[in-house]
């Protein structure tokens, strides 16, 4: 399995700020993804990082809110911009070896005053 | 669309108690079944997994079987530890080039000495 590292692990953000959250695994892989957990919640899917083209955003996640980027094959950032309260959450990153099974990265936990 | 239906926790055992929490759903084609746990204050971890009817997945004591007749994946473990208090989730991934994981709500467990 991949070993997936996050940055920051958690942070407090004042409202109308944005913060970056970047993904890193140690070994090439094709599929990264970025959810958000909710407090509370189950996992829902924000987007596929798409290396060297836009990522793929899911229903009612848009690219001016979380933009993302995936330079290569290793790393990808997500940003919350523009953030309010609701935004309060768990952001995962997560990556798909060729065994068609996601591993996951340890999150950063975000809170929005 | 996909699905996946979850027992609704919280679920609480004394230690060396049966565990059981159930899962199904509502997939086309031959999705892949995995559980997941989260312990307090991380990320996702794959606990288990299986690809095709009646494979059982197993890890740290845990088992579940794929049975697609009641289109279930039931998590089972004989015997609790305290260590295994975790919120464990139930998804599903769609066969092929189909990457969505659907996610169950998640199950709170809290074993207690």
């Known amino acids: 399995s991949a070993v997936i590292s996050q940055k920051p692990s958690r942070d407090i953000c004042q409202r109308g700020t944005s913060l970056t959250i970047q993904c890193q695994v140690d070994?090439?892989?094709?599929?990264m993804f970025w959810y958000r957990q909710q407090p509370g919640q189950s996992l829902t899917l924000i987007a596929t990082?798409?290396?060297?083209?836009?990522?793929?955003?899911e229903s009612g996640f848009v690219i001016d809110k979380f933009p993302i980027s995936r330079p290569n094959l290793t790393f990808s950032t997500l940003t919350v911009s523009n953030m309010s309260p609701e935004d309060s959450s768990i952001y995962l990153c997560?990556?798909?070896?060729?065994?068609?099974?996601?591993?996951f990265g340890p999150g950063t936990r975000l809170t929005v005053l | 669309g996909n699905s996946v239906t979850q027992m609704e926790g919280p679920v609480t055992l004394s230690e060396e108690a049966f565990l059981t929490i159930n899962c199904t759903y509502t997939a086309t084609g031959y999705p892949s079944l995995f559980w997941y746990v989260q312990y307090p204050g991380e990320g996702l971890q794959l606990l288990l997994k299986a690809t095709k009817a009646d494979d059982k997945g197993s890890n740290k004591g845990f088992e579940a079987t794929y049975r697609k007749e009641t289109t279930s994946f039931h998590l089972e473990k004989g015997s609790v530890q305290v260590s295994d208090s975790a919120v464990y989730f139930c998804?599903?991934?769609?066969?092929?080039?189909?990457?969505?994981?659907?996610f169950g709500k998640g199950t709170l467990l809290t074993v207690n000495p």
């Open positions: 997560s990556v798909e070896a060729l065994t068609d099974t996601q591993y």
């Open positions: 990082a798409n290396q060297g083209s836009e990522a793929t955003y």
């Open positions: 070994s090439q892989v094709t599929m």
């Open positions: 998804a599903l991934r769609s066969g092929g080039s189909n990457y969505k994981l659907t």
